[in-house]
Every structure is written in structure tokens, then in C-alpha cells.
């Protein structure tokens, strides 16, 4: 998700550059081996960014006329505007010029799915061209991939499994990197590219911040606890102002077969007793066998920092961030210069979590920042009744987080985040997923839904989640008292989703515009459209309060007036996530995700065919999770 630093403008603070003028500023310094004049001009205020970047134009933020509700397998988008598939599941990334090509039947080998974009496409960033930073036509695509569907990964599903099939779902997981390019309009990869890379579930990485080395992260592969292999269930992302990016591991621990009497820790942390659900990795992988390594998923949960700018750089995971089942990682910068992370766990009943840097970030790109986030203060928010809100710090030795209460030092404070939050009466959230920020300054989180709330024995509503058995879910805001470092501040809710003509008073919202639920992926561009993306469940799609919707889709959103507007709808069983745009704002690039899903066929290789067929739409083919282009046909600003 794009950060525009111009935006704290309009919040009367800094005049910081636009990300998209940072990342340009840290390509060069990558490119010619750090040019000082670059570099020192890193946080220096650029002319121009009060609009919101080069040819982004003043005016109404919403000029399209809104998509009704679709349940067409296809991406739809309103009239003059246009898509195009990009980047689908098994394309080559690049890595040579003879990459081997998707094979409809799926029968693509481990070694060649580790040469291919992934599968279930997630967060999203465009970096601007390494060697031409000012093009709108030319730039690096990096995307998370969060999850692998067996059933669709292999040509018999799981009618088999052995060990090269969990190595080819493994390579489909984690983060690629692509250099794209336009021509005439049309966008393509680059093959070969030399900043081409996949990232896996086997990619070595590293750990940094305080809990590097803790004896909760040592294996035996690893006595040190130093070296993790790889990243998983990456939902939504992030970007730093010095060029790297930020992925995030959300649902890890399914991926775990867990003893049979799991530890307080393991059980807080949703390991459960025997098999995982739908991943048998640990089958052939001794690795994902945590009654054989328990401190293996101890070593995700984490956000990891990325720089795409180099290709052999170590993947690190910043554990002064926190262990959570991360959604996202939102950066905005203080006047002061400290940078502050904001990140969602997105389970039911978790927390909102921020982060502040000790240090200032300093010219110079991914080189001079290389452990800004390694040393810094971790709070979670706890959101009172009367519109105000607090961060509570995570510090070890202060409150409640003790030795006594199983806290021996302040990496266990951060591998054992959740018990922390449980212990400082942070409040439980309705799952939140993306952060983004607007050009006023109001930080919003989507609350995707929790229909547990108020169920027996669960937390019931409280201020911040007002519905009880809230299948729409909402998106909650708030403004930092003072800067982004601030330890209070000012919150409201954004909108209650919903469908006004349901009879459910608690399902029917009070949006000003479109009908939608089960918000997830947010995203602000650089004009201030929060553009709002949705996860309805297909279990829970077309039925009960989500009866009228349709499939799932994009809405963008005014955040000064509030309203609303449908702007694309998805494929049959998918969800949209992860937005992005190039600099100009004339080409939007977003994920459809798990097109075809059906839970309760997931196995069957042929089921999904049966949901839908997109993109393809080939009769020996299967669906595939894709980035998509979407422009103005008049080549206008998207959304207008
Ligand atoms: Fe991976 Fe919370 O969506
Ligand atoms: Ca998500
Ligand atoms: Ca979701």
C-alpha cells in the first residue's frame, strides 16, 4: 500500500517527500553506489506534493458513475475505464529469459512454480524504475502471496501427497518482485530482469530488534535463533519512506501440527491439538511438525522488511515490531522525523498495534535505515467510550509485564504479544486488517467482521465494535493527539457497512453510498480517495445479511463527505486486495484473490473450475489469483 508523506501537509506537518519521491531518491542511491546529493536530500521538502504528486490535478474526488452488484465471473469496472490481467499465478517472474511457461493442467514442478509469481495474491506496492525513477511507464511491482490452495496447486489436488508437492506449495507462497513496463498502454513483465526474485517459504532470512537470538526463537536447524527460513500466510503490506517493503505474516499457525496437550502459549496462540487444518506440510516437512520443533512458529508472526532495490539482500524480520498475525504495516513519519508503524492483527477479538522508532530516519535509503526498526517502543491501542482513545506500551518491567507474570525480558514481552495486550485491557478489536492514513490525518482501520461478538462466553460489543453478530463489519479512525508518536488520541467511526435494505437492524450500516461488507483491503492514493476493498466469505457470500451484494468488490470512498461508490466487482469466489498506482495515478494496479474458491470442494482439483474460470477461461485451465491493470480509457486519473 502506497504512503504519500505529502499528505501530513493538510495535517500542518511536515513537508515531507511523497513516497513515490523517496523511493525514486533511494533507486538512485542504489544505482550509483549512493550519490550524497541524493541522499541528503532524502527528507528535504519537495515543491509540489501538496496535490499529490506530478500530474495528479485538483478537483472532485469521486467522477465515475458506481458498478451495480455482479455475480459475472469477471472484473468489471465503470464505463471508461478498462483492465487487463497482469501478473496470474505460474507466470514467469523473470529470473531468466527461459523461465518455464504456467501449465494449465498444473503440472509445473516445485523447482519451476520457484521461477513463477505465486499463488493468492495479496499486498501490493509499485516502486518507481530503478534506472528511470521519473517514468510512469516502467517500475518494480513487489506483491505478497498469501496462501497456496492444494487443490488447484497440483494436477490430482491432493488425491496425492509427498514431499514435492509440499515444496511446490511452499514455493508459491511469500513475496515476488517484478519489473513491469507499459507500451502503447499495454503492461507487461520485464524477462529477464536483473531486480526479478522470488521470495518463498524456504528464503533465508534474518532476525533483528530485541527478541533476535531469544531462546523462544532457537531450533535445532538454527541454535542460535538467528537465521528463519522464510515467510508465510503474507496478507498485506507496507513501504517504508527509504525504499523497502514490508510484508506481513497473518495466519501462520495453521500451517503447524500441534501436540496433544498445547502449552498456554501455544493454545493463546491458536495451535491446536494434531493435524492443522488443510496444510499437511508436516507431513514431509519435520519443520511444521511443532510437537518436534515448538519454537519454530514462535519465529513467525512477524513483519519482515524487504528491500526489492537488491536482489541477494537478506529478507530481515523486525521483531521490535511485534509477533502477531500481522495484516498490514502502515508507515507514517513524525515532524521529529521518527518513523511509526501501524499494523492490525486480524483475528477475532485482537488488537491494533503501533510503533514508534527511537531513532530518526536518516538520508541515505535502505543502507542508513537498516535497523531503524530494530529499536523503537511497541504499544497497543485501547479505544474508551467517550471518543478517546490510549496507546498502552509494551515495555518489559513496566505494568504487568514481568518476570512474574511469564515475562522473563522484552523479547518474550514481543514473541508473547497477544498475553502483553491481554494483561494492559488493550481492547478486542472485530479483526483488523489494513491501516491507511488520509491527507487530514485521520487513521483508518477496516474491522472486517466478527460474528462472535456478544456469542457466549465472548467479549459482547463495546464502543469501538458496536454490533453484536457484526457480519458487515466497519471501519473505525483516529487522530493522534499531537504527532504520530502521540500516546492518545481522538477516534470515530468511519462508517458501519452494511445494506440498508436488510431487515437486520445490526446488518444494515449507515453507508452513504454503495452497499458493502466485510471490509479489508484500504487503501489511500495520492488525490485522497481511500479506496475500500472487501472479503466477504464464499461460505458466507449471496446469503443471510450478504444476500444482495454479489461478489466481492472495490468501493472508493471521500473521507471528508463520507460517501461511498461501488467502483469494480470481482470474479465469481474471490476477494480484492492490495492497491497501488503509478506515480502519475493513470494506472491502477490491484489483486484478485482466490478466484473459484469453494471451501467445501477445496480438494477436488475440477471444483473451482466450477465457480469460476478467470481469467482464462479455458476449459482444461483453472482459476487463477491475479494482479490487474485497470486505466481511464482517455488515459484520465483513476476514480475520476
Ligand atoms: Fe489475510 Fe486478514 O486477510
Ligand atoms: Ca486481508
Ligand atoms: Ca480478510
Not at 306 to 323: C, E, L, Q, Y
Not at 549 to 569: K, V
Request: proline share 7%.
Amino acid at each position: 500500500m502506497a504512503k504519500d508523506f505529502d499528505r501530513m501537509e493538510d495535517s500542518n506537518r511536515s513537508s515531507n517527500p511523497t513516497i513515490h519521491e523517496v523511493s525514486a531518491l533511494r533507486r538512485r542511491t542504489f544505482i550509483h553506489g549512493g550519490l550524497a546529493a541524493a541522499a541528503s536530500s532524502l527528507l528535504a521538502p519537495l515543491a509540489g506534493c501538496a496535490t499529490g504528486g506530478a500530474g495528479v490535478a485538483s478537483g472532485p474526488l469521486l467522477g465515475f458513475k458506481s458498478v451495480p452488484v455482479s455475480t459475472a465471473d469477471t472484473v468489471t469496472v465503470p464505463e471508461g475505464y478498462s483492465v487487463q490481467v497482469l501478473a496470474p499465478w505460474g507466470e514467469a517472474v523473470g529470473l531468466s529469459g527461459e523461465d518455464p511457461a504456467f501449465k494449465f493442467d498444473a503440472s509445473n514442478s516445485a523447482a519451476e512454480q520457484e521461477t513463477q509469481v505465486g499463488m493468492h495474491h495479496d499486498g501490493i506496492h509499485f516502486f518507481r524504475h530503478p534506472l528511470t525513477p521519473d517514468s510512469n511507464t516502467a517500475g518494480l511491482l513487489v506483491m505478497n502471496h498469501e496462501y497456496a490452495d492444494d487443490g488447484l496447486l497440483h494436477t490430482d489436488g491432493m488425491a496425492t501427497w509427498n514431499a514435492a508437492k509440499v515444496r511446490k506449495a511452499q514455493a508459491a507462497h511469500g513475496v515476488s518482485v517484478l519489473e513491469v513496463e507499459a507500451k502503447d498502454g499495454r503492461w507487461s513483465i520485464v524477462k529477464p530482469s536483473p531486480w526479478a526474485r522470488r521470495i518463498t517459504a524456504n528464503t533465508p532470512m534474518a532476525f533483528g530488534g530485541p527478541a533476535a537470538g531469544h531462546a523462544l526463537l532457537q531450533t535445532r536447524a538454527d541454535p542460535r535463533g538467528v537465521r528463519p527460513l522464510g515467510t508465510l500466510n503474507n496478507c498485506g503490506s507496507g513501504i517504508t519512506p527509504w525504499g523497502t517493503y514490508l510484508t506481513c505474516e497473518e495466519n501462520f499457525i495453521f500451517y503447524f501440527k500441534g501436540p496433544d496437550a498445547p502449552s498456554p502459549h501455544e493454545a493463546r496462540w491458536g495451535l491446536r491439538r494434531g493435524d492443522p487444518v488443510g496444510y499437511r506440510w508436516h507431513e514431509h516437512d519435520e519443520r511444521f511438525d511443532a510437537t518436534k520443533n515448538p519454537n519454530e512458529p514462535n519465529r513467525f508472526g512477524w513483519i519482515v522488511e524487504i528491500d526489492p532495490f537488491n536482489p541477494s539482500s537478506t529478507p530481515v524480520k523486525r521483531t521490535a515490531m511485534g509477533r502477531a498475525a500481522h495484516e498490514g504495516a502502515t508507515v507514517a513519519v513524525t515532524k521529529s522525523g521518527r518513523a511509526v508503524v501501524y499494523s492490525g492483527e486480524d483475528a477475532r477479538f485482537e488488537y491494533i498495534y503501533k510503533f514508534v522508532s527511537r531513532d530518526t530516519v536518516k538520508p541515505g535509503g535502505a543502507a542508513a535505515n537498516a535497523t531503524l526498526l530494530d529499536h523503537g517502543t511497541l504499544y497497543v491501542a485501547r479505544f474508551d467510550a467517550d471518543g478517546k482513545g490510549r496507546w498502552v506500551p509494551l515495555v518489559h518491567g513496566s505494568g504487568p509485564l514481568t518476570a512474574a507474570n511469564g515475562f522473563a525480558d522484552q523479547g518474550e514481552v514481543l514473541i508473547k504479544t497477544r498475553q502483553a495486550s491481554d494483561l494492559l485491557g488493550a481492547t478486542k478489536m472485530d479483526r483488523p486488517e489494513w491501516i491507511d492514513i488520509d491527507k487530514a490525518g485521520w487513521v483508518y482501520c477496516t474491522l472486517t467482521n466478527n460474528s462472535n461478538r456478544g456469542g457466549n462466553n465472548l467479549p459482547g460489543t463495546d464502543a469501538a465494535n458496536p454490533r453484536a453478530n457484526n457480519t458487515m463489519g466497519h471501519i473505525i479512525r483516529w487522530k493522534e493527539d499531537g504527532d504520530f508518536d502521540g500516546e492518545s488520541f481522538q477516534w470515530n467511526h468511519f462508517v458501519l457497512a452494511g445494506d440498508s435494505t436488510l431487515e437486520r437492524a445490526e446488518a444494515k450500516g449507515n453507508v452513504k453510498g454503495d452497499a458493502f461488507a466485510c471490509p479489508d483491503g484500504l487503501w489511500t492514493d495520492a488525490r485522497g480517495v481511500l479506496w475500500i476493498q472487501t472479503d466477504m466469505s464464499t461460505s458466507a457470500m449471496g446469503r443471510g445479511d450478504l444476500k444482495n451484494l454479489g461478489h466481492n468488490a472495490m468501493l472508493a470512498a471521500d473521507p471528508r463527505s463520507g460517501e461511498i461508490r461501488r467502483f469494480l466487482t470481482g470474479p465469481a469466489g474471490c476477494e480484492i486486495t492490495g492497491a497501488t498506482a503509478t506515480p502519475d495515478g493513470r494506472a491502477m494496479f490491484i489483486n484478485i484473490q482466490h478466484p473459484g474458491e469453494s471451501p467445501s470442494e477445496r480438494s477436488d482439483p475440477a471444483a473451482p473450475r466450477k465457480v469460476s474460470n478467470w481469467p482464462d477461461q479455458r476449459p482444461d485451465g483453472r482459476p487463477r489469483s491475479a494482479t490487474v491493470v485497470i486505466r481511464k480509457n482517455d488515459g484520465g486519473l483513476i476514480g475520476t
